[in-house]
């Protein structure tokens, strides 16, 4: 019986404490500073040096590039950037060896697709999907 009256007691006390919960999609839910979300990539300022493909550790990431069509200037213009999110860990380690920092991490965690096809994200996709860009930390 004494076990029933503690058991009351705590659930009238924290019947009127400030809820802990957030109303999901209608509240956006805050996170922090160094979250680690999807990728927004840059292709104007990718070099195509293949470091972010060569550092990943699960392989899936994949790019390409062609010679640029001016032969007065050198290096490499983009031509196609996959990331497939299905594998993808979400490391951060691709962001950390872009000497152009063309790839960063942004603070969009939502890839609730229905089909595993759907996790295959391209070039355009990472382009055009930049909300909720990382702030970067400041000293």
Not at 99 to 107: L, Q, S
């Amino acid at each position: 019986m004494l076990g029933l009256a503690k058991g009351f007691k705590y659930t009238l006390k924290n019947l009127t404490k400030e809820k802990m919960t957030y109303s999901y999609p209608e509240e956006p839910v805050p996170m922090p500073d160094r979250f680690r979300g999807i990728q927004k990539f840059y292709p104007e300022k990718c070099i195509v040096c293949n470091q972010c493909v060569n550092i990943c550790p699960t392989d899936c990431i994949q790019l390409t590039g062609k010679k640029h069509p001016d032969p007065n200037k050198k290096g490499k213009i983009i031509d196609t950037y996959d990331i497939n999110f299905e594998i993808c860990i979400l490391c951060d380690l691709c962001t950390e060896v872009c000497p152009t920092e063309a790839i960063i991490m942004t603070n969009n965690f939502e890839l609730a697709e229905y089909s595993r096809d759907d996790l295959f994200k391209d070039l355009q996709y990472l382009d055009e999907h930049d909300e909720n860009k990382r702030k970067e930390n400041k000293p």
